[in-house]
């Protein structure tokens, strides 16, 4: 009922930046919470930024400063702007969302395939 795909991923040299962007998609749900989690080689996926239906927003302490997330509500997307990107950033990034899906608005989590982000010294 809910689909996320991302966008936007690839190679940039560290101090750059990129534009990761996630669409839902499907038929009969509403989005409440979205995010981006990420997860490196050897690591546990980790959430990097969250952001509420109202706006508010959170994000893990090693991103403050040079991460931002955003969504438009209408088209149902999240939006990770990153810059003065690190080596250390490297990970496969996945957008989740909660949403409610059905006539009885049950509540589930979704999460797109992953886009790659590669950050070079």
């Known amino acids: 009922q809910v689909q996320l795909v991302e966008s936007g991923g690839g190679l940039v040299q560290a101090g750059g930046s990129l534009r990761l962007s996630c669409a839902a998609s499907?038929?009969?749900?509403?989005?409440?919470?979205m995010g981006w989690y990420r997860q490196g080689s050897g690591n546990e996926r980790e959430l990097v930024a969250l952001?509420?239906?109202?706006?508010?927003?959170h994000y893990t302490d090693s991103v403050k400063g040079r991460f931002t997330i955003s969504r438009d509500n209408a088209k149902n997307s999240v939006y990770l702007q990153m810059n003065s990107l690190k080596p250390e950033d490297t990970a496969v990034y996945y957008c989740?969302?909660?949403?409610?899906?059905?006539?009885?608005?049950?509540?589930?989590?979704?999460w797109g395939q992953g886009t790659l982000v590669t950050v070079s010294s």
């Open positions: 499907g038929s009969e749900f509403s989005i409440e919470t």
């Open positions: 989740n969302a909660e949403a409610q899906v059905g006539v009885f608005r049950r509540n589930i989590k979704a």
């Open positions: 952001i509420d239906s109202d706006g508010t927003t």
